[in-house]
């Protein structure tokens, strides 16, 4: 299967957001409601169907940008620190 992924600004996501990217990451996936892969300057996330409760465990940024992304048939989400910021989305300074 090939699918389609999305490039996205690390500043989509609230400083909060990324320290929990973080954590999953660092020995703390049993914890994550989603998979998440970190990259040298961000992250990967599937935007596949969750249960509701794995949903509403995710912050709201976060899950912004996967349901843009769903609407879009886009199945893996690339948080990078030099990706663009798309004006659908809101943008965090930090």
């Known amino acids: 299967m090939i699918g389609k992924y999305q490039l996205l600004s690390t500043a ?6 990324a320290l929990l990217l973080d954590s999953w990451c660092n020995g703390h996936a049993h914890e ?3 998979t998440v892969a970190r990259n040298a300057h961000g992250w990967f996330l599937s935007t596949r169907s969750m249960s509701a ?3 509403r465990a995710l912050p709201a940024d976060l ?4 349901l843009f992304a769903r609407r879009r048939g886009i199945d893996l989400l690339h948080f990078d620190c030099d990706g663009p910021t798309l004006p659908q989305l809101l943008v965090h300074d930090w």
Not at 63 to 66: G, K, L, N, S, T
């Open 12 to 17: 989509h996501l609230s400083m909060n957001t």
């Open 32 to 34: 994550a409601p989603t």
């Open 53 to 55: 409760d794995c949903e």
């Open 63 to 66: 899950m912004a940008a996967i």
